[in-house]
């Protein structure tokens, strides 16, 4: 029966919308297994590393981005032959910087209140600018991994103190491919372990020289990157490359949280996950479009 022109509806709108019919947001899927997969690789590990980049993956039969025929929306990509290119352009780069940035002066009282969260929510975000070099060394013990030695490299310092020497081993990488969005994502685990200075008379197989915006939440860091890399032997000189990664700050704790998930104990896993998992897609759909800065 048709209503009336004028009528008003005869259930009008509540004041308060619930989330769905049985009151509740179901799970994220792409969180979940972002999720899953986090506890079976880093299972029985020590000294986890636990980050997420934003970049491009690159379908290895082409050359180019990739794109998977039928797929329009976020996906989990496995089992595809893929690479992984993390840069971005600096224009990119500039903007993700200023909404940052933002985001740090409204936490900080500098805008005021904070726009999106009561007061009772508030919790400050703190920014840091780091210089550091890094230089890779061959495994004086083989197998797997490079020594990695960090040098604290700020040009107001006259002197580099070493920071930080580990073996940093490559665990395992999970891929996102968002093809809605400029940029597709990864997490990756790996295993820092620390250990002596090795031997650096034959000089460094790799030099990194990073200059570094850390911005520090409750969870995790928002590291904004220009790198410098540069290989033994190389002839022509390093390109810079704009890079972008979310970096758990305590994976053990973070991933402790994920075991209290799995034996039905009190936990915050799922709002853990969910989230650093849409920091990334923010920052994602904020980054602005790849355009060709030489124009």
């Excluded at 690789?41 to 981005?65: A, F």
């Excluded at 500098?110 to 919790?123: F, K, R, T």
């Excluded at 650096?200 to 904004?224: I, N």
Aim: net charge neutral; glycine share 6%.
């Amino acid at each position: 029966m048709q209503a009336m022109p004028g009528a008003k509806p005869h259930h009008p709108m509540p004041g308060l919308l619930m989330k769905s019919f049985f009151g509740i947001t179901p799970r994220d899927e792409i969180s979940q297994v972002v999720g899953q997969w986090l506890l079976e690789v880093c299972r029985g590990l020590q000294n986890v590393e636990i980050e997420l980049k934003l970049g491009t993956l690159i379908d290895k039969r082409t050359g180019q981005r990739l794109a998977i025929r039928g797929v329009g929306t976020e996906v989990v990509v496995q089992d595809l032959d893929v690479a992984f290119r993390s840069e971005m352009t600096m224009r990119q780069h500039r903007r993700l910087n200023h909404l940052l940035n933002t985001e740090v002066a409204n936490c900080s009282g500098q805008n005021g209140p904070h726009p999106h969260l009561p007061p009772h929510h508030y919790y400050p975000i703190t920014y840091q600018h780091i210089y550091h070099t890094d230089t890779s060394y061959a495994n004086p013990r083989g197998g797997r991994g490079k020594v990695r030695v960090t040098r604290d490299t700020n040009p107001r310092s006259s002197s580099s103190p070493v920071v930080a020497v580990v073996q940093k081993e490559t665990v395992a990488s999970l891929h996102i491919h968002s093809p809605r969005e400029e940029f597709d994502w990864r997490v990756s685990v790996n295993v820092e372990n620390p250990t002596d200075m090795p031997d650096t008379s034959a000089g460094p197989e790799m030099t990194r020289e990073k200059d570094r915006l850390t911005y520090r939440h409750q969870l995790f860091q928002v590291d904004l990157t220009q790198v410098k890399a540069t290989k033994r032997g190389q002839q022509t000189p390093p390109q810079v490359i704009h890079e972008l990664e979310i970096e758990i700050s305590s994976a053990a704790e973070f991933l402790t949280q994920g075991h209290y998930f799995t034996t039905n104990q009190p936990n915050v896993w799922e709002d853990q996950l969910e989230c650093v998992v849409n920091t990334i897609r923010t920052l994602n759909r904020n980054a602005g479009p790849k355009v060709d800065e030489r124009r």
